[in-house]
């Protein structure tokens, strides 16, 4: 049992469905992130939780106390707002003791806690300036500093970064992820960045349309993507996702253009079995190989023919649109080799690593599981 449990979580405004059965749990200690496009109820999750909205069904335990129908103040809940949060007229110091003061805490006790939140943060020089002569990433880290010196069971953080320029986001995220470090307790952060999210997240939580569409780690989300959305949501470039069907007797799939993929023994008895011919695969741009690279496992390997539409060079990678044969198109990601083998409009032949390949029932939209 986790020390925060979210149980068939529901919410809708009239005949509108904003959350439809969520459930998920926080370990003590964790730091978990919702993840997923704008609108898809993360921060409305965020709101049931610490109690500034009602549910319209379902239960939320923190560390085993059902805290479904508290008010928000008696949930001992931390949470960073996106504006901050913040009251405009009051200074550093004033805006950080507040919600200590309101519990009735002794000035000595809060004295020296917003001091130290106010030290950590680098808020010290300021901390009698008024909120409205700070900058955007000062008044974040005020609010960080209001977090850090409650006592909480569990903080929330409703895309606090949003405001900020990509060049104080940076600085903003590792004072959160101190702030979570030095006080060990669950913590639930919600984006729309995945970049974010896959960065600093232990378990990242897909939402979308109201729905969890998958719970697990970084590598859970890429490798293993639980459906459609999800493989076409994560990653930079995403899963490349094409219709196929399914060749029983060889264990292949053919793409919609006639190309032929192997796929590996642990796929032979699901294929066998599926009721259908149709699905679609997911070409991880991982999977797409440079014709030069030495491989093993070559009974997964799949030539493919492609012409190269555009290069997108990163810092320690090519980004490269690749054309297939019936006007497919895929991208893949290279690694440690020159640009200039991949001008535009060259042909080439690549290999395929059906190992990373992932197949997903075009009806359901959920991924088929291969044998263990």
């Known amino acids: 049992m986790g020390a925060l449990e979210v149980r068939g979580l529901t919410k809708h405004y009239g005949n509108h469905v904003v959350l439809d059965q969520i459930n998920f749990s926080v370990e003590e200690g964790e730091f978990f992130v919702l993840l997923g496009p704008s609108g898809g109820g993360k921060s409305t999750i965020l709101r049931l939780i610490c109690g500034i909205e009602a549910t319209d069904g379902g239960q939320v335990t923190l560390s085993g106390r059902d805290i479904t129908k508290l008010p928000p103040r008696d949930r001992n809940i931390g949470m960073v707002f996106q504006d901050y949060g913040l009251y405009p007229h009051m200074n550093v110091f004033e805006n950080i003791a507040y919600g200590l003061e309101a519990r009735g805490m002794p000035k000595d006790e809060v004295r020296q806690r917003v001091e130290e939140a106010a030290s950590r943060l680098g808020l010290t020089p300021m901390i009698d300036r008024i909120i409205v002569d700070l900058s955007g990433g000062e008044q974040q880290r005020v609010a960080l500093a209001r977090a850090l010196a409650k006592n909480a069971d569990l903080y929330l953080f409703d895309e606090p970064l949003s405001n900020l320029d990509p060049k104080l986001r940076a600085q903003a995220r590792r004072d959160i992820v101190m702030v979570h470090r030095i006080k060990q307790k669950p913590t639930i952060y919600v984006t729309h960045d995945q970049t974010e999210a ?175």
């Open 198 to 372: 896959l960065a600093i997240g232990d378990r990242i939580a897909v939402i979308a349309s109201g729905r969890l569409q998958q719970v697990g780690t970084a590598t859970d989300l890429i490798e293993h993507p639980a459906n459609l959305f999800v493989a076409g949501f994560i990653g930079s470039p995403p899963m490349n996702l094409i219709p196929a069907t399914v060749e029983r007797e060889t264990c292949q799939v053919r793409l919609e253009n006639g190309a032929l993929l192997q796929l590996p023994e642990k796929w032979r008895g699901v294929v066998k079995d599926y009721p259908n011919s149709s699905v679609i695969v997911g070409i991880p741009p991982s999977a797409i190989l440079p014709p030069h690279l030495e491989q093993d496992a070559a009974d997964s390997l799949s030539p493919l023919k492609v012409n190269v539409e555009s290069v997108e060079p990163l810092v320690a990678e090519l980004i490269v649109l690749l054309r297939l044969e019936g006007d497919l198109h895929v991208s893949a990601i290279f690694q440690g080799i020159n640009e200039e083998e991949y001008l535009p409009g060259r042909s080439m032949i690549l290999q395929v690593d059906g190992r990373q390949l992932c197949l997903f029932d075009p009806q359901t939209q959920a991924a088929l599981q291969p044998e263990s």
